[in-house]
């Protein structure tokens, strides 16, 4: 079965600083998808980036970047330019052929001013 | 509609009550998917709809929890003689069709089983 290993329940960064948030995971497969969602306090879960296996080029969203490596079963997510509105917990999570995802237990990312 | 909706926010059950917990999944949304989240941890796969077909039901923890879709849109999951283990966060989650499409949220139900 596929795990998803998020090491740091917490991390804290500074106002316009860069944080990296790491994942580790575990699969047999060699075709799959990647996820960071957040979650706010309010709950909703937000899709902040994704990543397809097959691809060698990391995804980035504005502000936001992988460093996907295949081969180690690693996957990063870093913040630049951290805003107050990034304070939110950071799941992530893979899915494989069989469409359900798997998540890591979160990081608690809290944001100074 | 614009978003996955969920109803109701918030649940209070006894123990032992059954509950119904519903899901309006992002029009036009093929597959539909049930988690559970406890306190502090990650969502957790319950089950898994391709229109009005459950093809997947392995995360469902008991004989109680229950999920239905019967006309391909608005789901329901219902949890039978509630136990105190069942408080939780339940997410549903929608999506375009099934493998390469990313399953967008709503913003979950809460459980409190006294």
């Known amino acids: 079965a596929q795990t998803v290993t998020q090491s740091q329940p917490e991390m804290s960064v500074q106002e316009a600083e860069t944080v990296t948030l790491s994942c580790t995971y575990d699969?047999?497969?060699?075709?799959?998808?990647l996820f960071w969602y957040k979650q706010p306090p309010s709950r909703q879960m937000i899709l902040v980036i994704r990543?397809?296996?097959?691809?060698?080029q990391n995804a980035t969203e504005n502000r936001f970047s992988v460093n996907f490596q295949k081969a180690a079963k690693s996957f990063s997510l870093k913040i630049s330019d951290s805003q107050l509105g990034d304070a939110a917990m950071y799941f992530c999570?893979?899915?494989?052929?069989?469409?359900?995802?798997?998540f890591g237990a979160g990081t608690i990312l809290r944001v100074k001013s | 509609g614009a978003g996955v909706s969920q109803s109701p926010r918030y649940k209070v059950a006894k123990r032992g009550q059954d509950v119904a917990l519903r899901c309006d999944p992002i029009?036009?949304?093929?597959?539909l998917f049930w988690y559970q989240q406890a306190l502090g941890q990650g969502p957790e796969f319950l089950t898994y709809?391709?229109?009005?077909?459950?093809?997947?039901k392995s995360g469902l923890p008991s004989d109680r929890f229950f999920a239905e879709r019967p006309e391909g849109s608005v789901s329901t999951l219902k949890i039978q003689r509630t136990q105190q283990e069942d408080s939780a966060v339940y997410l549903c989650?929608?999506?375009?069709?099934?493998?390469?499409?990313?399953?967008?949220f709503g913003p979950g139900t809460r459980l409190t089983v006294l």
């Open positions: 989650a929608s999506s375009l069709q099934g493998d390469t499409d990313t399953q967008y």
């Open positions: 709809f391709q229109n009005e077909a459950q093809l997947d």
């Open positions: 999570a893979y899915r494989s052929q069989g469409n359900k995802l798997v």
């Open positions: 029009s036009g949304h093929v597959s």
């Open positions: 699969t047999s497969e060699s075709d799959y998808y």
């Open positions: 990543q397809e296996a097959y691809k060698q």
